[in-house]
């Protein structure tokens, strides 16, 4: 008997120097799990994730009912404003494996929208997502720049961007042209009668979402065939195809010939020659720009985005067919109808439907400014004569 009560009270000291570790509400506690496997390792501070009846939750979400173990680790987050001027209402959070992160800071930078808190990886982090961390965590504030929508009233004229985005604190950059038959373009303004003129590359007048409307002065149209009578070209037969249009372009002051006797219908039209007819043919507008060793129609057709910059001092060369129907196009707004595109893709074999000028020699097709050089061929290679673009010019501002 003795012997028994001795045993017991043995037991209860064993028990006492050594207790099973046990869980929340006494549930006996088996060890941290690992990849769904117990540790090896008594200490192991790896928590990975939730077990549901056994299982790690696959989406790393907390399962309802779900416990944390009391001895789950705890880890330092730390929050990086990322950009210049950014900042953070504080920096660091501790957070447990097991536990959603909660709340997060929200960041501050001028002109940018903040977009959520990263990982350097690209993983977004949420303040519902649940921790599953092995060591310290950095995440990066992402942001977008804030924007506003300028919208473009062409009031009459057609033009194939109705709007545009620009960064707040940024500038206009290089506005759209659009085009309108019968009416020269005169600018971008704040009204639609009167106003400010906006330039290109000027800072925004209104930092918020606003409109532009183009401004437009009527060109008076050459249509009774007495006006054609008496430009002087020696060169010029009253029976040729481009008579009205030499015709017409000089009543317009579009071109003097090149002597007070000629007008060489037949040479090869340059591209300063192109830029400049266009330039007069829209009322010989102010440019921006001043360059003393540029015409002013190619600065004008630079700064309409007709040109790219290595043209500014490259304008001598001879203009093809393709360049001035292009031209002529870029300044009507692109447009593009493909039932056009494919009409004239069928018609001409030299258009090919991938090249630069497709829609271009299109939309001409289908203004009526040229027919081509055949049934079948437009000829876009073909050097352009002094002759051939008044008569694009004629066709696109009478028709």
């Known amino acids: 008997m003795k012997r028994r009560i001795y045993s017991v009270m043995l037991l209860l000291l064993w028990l006492t120097a050594f207790p099973f570790p046990a869980g ?3 549930r006996i506690f088996q060890g941290h799990i690992v990849d769904g496997a117990l540790s090896d390792e008594n200490n192991s501070e790896i928590y ?3 077990i549901v009846d056994g299982v790690t939750a696959d989406d ?3 399962a309802p009912g779900a416990q944390v173990p009391d001895d789950a680790p705890t880890f330092t987050v730390k929050f990086f404003p990322n950009g210049a001027g950014a900042s953070v209402p504080w920096n660091t959070k501790r957070v447990t494996n097991g536990r959603a992160y909660g709340e997060l800071p929200v960041p501050e930078r001028s002109n940018y929208v903040f977009q959520g808190w990263y990982t350097v990886t690209g993983a977004q982090i949420t303040p519902n997502k649940v921790v599953n961390l092995s060591a310290d965590l950095n995440l990066y504030a992402q942001w977008a720049v804030l924007t506003y929508e300028v919208r473009l009233d062409a009031c009459g004229g057609t033009l194939r961007e109705i709007s545009i985005d620009i960064p707040k604190g940024g500038n206009y950059g290089e506005l759209p042209r659009p085009a309108r038959t019968g009416y020269t373009f005169e600018g971008w303004y704040t009204l639609p009668r009167g106003g400010e003129r906006v330039s290109n ?7 918020e979402n606003h409109t532009l409307y183009a401004h437009w002065a009527a060109m008076p149209a050459l249509t009774d065939t007495e006006d054609y009578a008496g430009t002087g070209f020696q060169d010029v037969s009253t029976s040729s195809s481009y008579y009205p249009a030499v015709c017409w372009a000089v009543r317009r002051g579009i071109t003097s010939g090149t002597s007070a006797e000629t007008f060489s219908p037949n040479d090869p039209c340059k591209r300063r020659h192109i830029l400049t007819f266009l330039w007069r043919a829209n009322g010989c507008p102010e440019t921006e720009l001043a360059l003393s060793a540029v015409s002013p129609g190619t600065l004008w057709a630079y700064e309409n985005t007709l040109i790219p910059a290595e043209v500014l001092y490259n304008d001598e060369e001879p203009s093809t067919r393709s360049d001035a129907v292009t031209y002529l196009w870029k300044l009507a707004g692109c447009p593009i109808e493909e039932a ?11 258009v090919p439907p991938e090249s630069d000028y497709a829609s271009a020699v299109a939309w001409a097709l289908d203004a009526g400014i040229t027919n081509g050089t055949t049934d079948t061929t437009f000829s876009p290679e073909r050097i352009c004569t002094r002759g051939q673009i008044v008569t694009f010019l004629y066709r696109c501002y009478t028709n």
Not at 201 to 207: D, G, I, N, V
């Open 201 to 207: 590359y000027a800072p925004l007048y209104r930092q």
């Open 60 to 62: 790393g979400d907390s």
């Open 48 to 50: 990975q994730g939730h």
């Open 24 to 26: 929340a509400e006494g």
């Open 340 to 350: 056009s595109l494919q009409s004239v893709l069928n018609r001409f074999t030299d």
